[in-house]
């Protein structure tokens, strides 16, 4: 059995902060997929056993019952599935959460909490019985939107973050910070500050990020790669430089890289996992 994904786009003024909203039920094609460090951030209610994340090597593994709440990252990380998951979640633009937090982004950096950590164990608790006894997944989407939408809040600054980060994400992460304060009319300090607070890391984290993931969404690994002309294209200054971003973002070599892309495509061709997530078993 595989797994059941429903997705779709909110309404405004959401969709101005979250790609998609999502339910997800099954049996996952691993147990363990690893996440390089994508440009977006991620809000998960949890309604079945409880799931297991790793923030990055090193780290001691934790679980999460209720749910989490996962900043852009900076590093890879692991998810562990159970047997049978369900859920329901976001996909949010890399500043998409901050209208939600009752902290500042940076705090959460690489340190995933559970959703009852920002929004109360009661308030949780409520939302997730709703969620559970909702009749389907289009009605519980329409009750998590109605959530969200109750909990919107005006966010100082976000207005800033959002331009600037709409620019790093159209240019693929190739535009110089200096550029963009200039053109925001702010210091490189405050601009570097408003972004740590809203989405947890820098304009220049933030674009590497984008570029890395750009880079690697353009591969298809089931064709033949001129890491050459993938390094070029990239903007990257020479292929060692890439492949030292490489490792950094995913602790693999490219060449490691796609024999696990393409181990997934084999195993669990069509999987809707498949495209960002790797197998870590």
Request: proline share 9%; net charge neutral.
């Given at each position: 059995?595989?797994?059941?994904?429903?997705?779709?786009?909110?309404?405004?003024?959401?969709?101005?902060?979250?790609?998609?909203?999502?339910?997800?039920?099954?049996?996952?094609?691993?147990?363990?997929?690893?996440?390089?460090?994508?440009?977006?951030?991620?809000?998960?209610?949890?309604l079945g056993a409880p799931f297991r994340i790793r923030a990055?090597?090193?780290?001691?593994?934790?679980?999460?019952?209720?749910?989490?709440?996962?900043?852009?990252?900076?590093?890879?990380?692991?998810?562990?599935?159970?047997?049978?998951?369900?859920?329901?979640?976001?996909?949010?633009?890399?500043?998409?959460?901050?209208?939600?937090?009752?902290?500042?982004?940076?705090?959460?950096?690489?340190?995933?909490?559970?959703?009852?950590?920002?929004?109360?164990?009661?308030?949780?608790?409520?939302?997730?019985?709703?969620?559970?006894?909702?009749?389907?997944?289009?009605?519980?989407?329409?009750?998590?939107?109605?959530?969200?939408?109750?909990?919107?809040?005006?966010?100082?600054?976000?207005?800033?973050?959002?331009?600037?980060?709409?620019?790093?994400?159209?240019?693929?992460?190739?535009?110089?910070?200096?550029?963009?304060?200039?053109?925001?009319?702010?210091?490189?300090?405050?601009?570097?500050?408003?972004?740590?607070?809203?989405?947890?890391?820098?304009?220049?984290?933030?674009?590497?990020?984008?570029?890395?993931?750009?880079?690697?969404?353009?591969?298809?690994?089931?064709?033949?790669?001129?890491?050459?002309?993938?390094?070029?294209?990239?903007?990257?200054?020479?292929?060692?430089?890439?492949?030292?971003?490489?490792?950094?973002?995913?602790?693999?070599?490219?060449?490691?890289?796609?024999?696990?892309?393409?181990?997934?495509?084999?195993?669990?061709?069509?999987?809707?996992?498949?495209?960002?997530?790797?197998?870590?078993?």
């Amino acid at each position: 059995m595989g797994v059941e994904y429903v997705s779709r786009v909110p309404r405004p003024p959401l969709d101005g902060l979250i790609d998609d909203l999502y339910y997800l039920e099954g049996a996952p094609p691993y147990a363990r997929l690893m996440l390089p460090p994508a440009p977006a951030a991620l809000l998960i209610v949890n309604l079945g056993a409880p799931f297991r994340i790793r923030a990055g090597a090193g780290i001691e593994t934790a679980e999460y019952a209720d749910g989490c709440v996962v900043t852009v990252p900076t590093r890879a990380w692991e998810f562990g599935y159970p047997l049978r998951t369900r859920s329901v979640g976001v996909h949010a633009k890399p500043w998409g959460l901050a209208p939600f937090l009752p902290m500042p982004a940076a705090e959460l950096c690489d340190r995933p909490v559970t959703v009852e950590q920002v929004w109360g164990r009661a308030a949780v608790a409520g939302l997730r019985d709703r969620l559970a006894t909702a009749d389907g997944p289009h009605e519980m989407l329409t009750l998590f939107e109605e959530e969200l939408m109750r909990r919107l809040r005006e966010t100082a600054g976000l207005g800033l973050v959002r331009r600037t980060s709409s620019v790093i994400t159209a240019t693929s992460g190739a535009v110089p910070v200096g550029d963009l304060s200039a053109a925001a009319g702010v210091s490189n300090t405050h601009l570097a500050q408003q972004f740590k607070a809203l989405i947890g890391v820098t304009p220049k984290r933030l674009a590497r990020s984008q570029r890395f993931a750009s880079t690697m969404l353009a591969i298809d690994p089931a064709e033949p790669i001129d890491w050459g002309d993938v390094t070029a294209r990239a903007g990257y200054f020479d292929q060692a430089h890439f492949g030292h971003e490489f490792r950094e973002f995913t602790g693999l070599t490219p060449t490691r890289y796609i024999e696990v892309r393409q181990r997934f495509l084999r195993e669990h061709p069509g999987s809707v996992l498949d495209g960002w997530s790797l197998p870590a078993d």
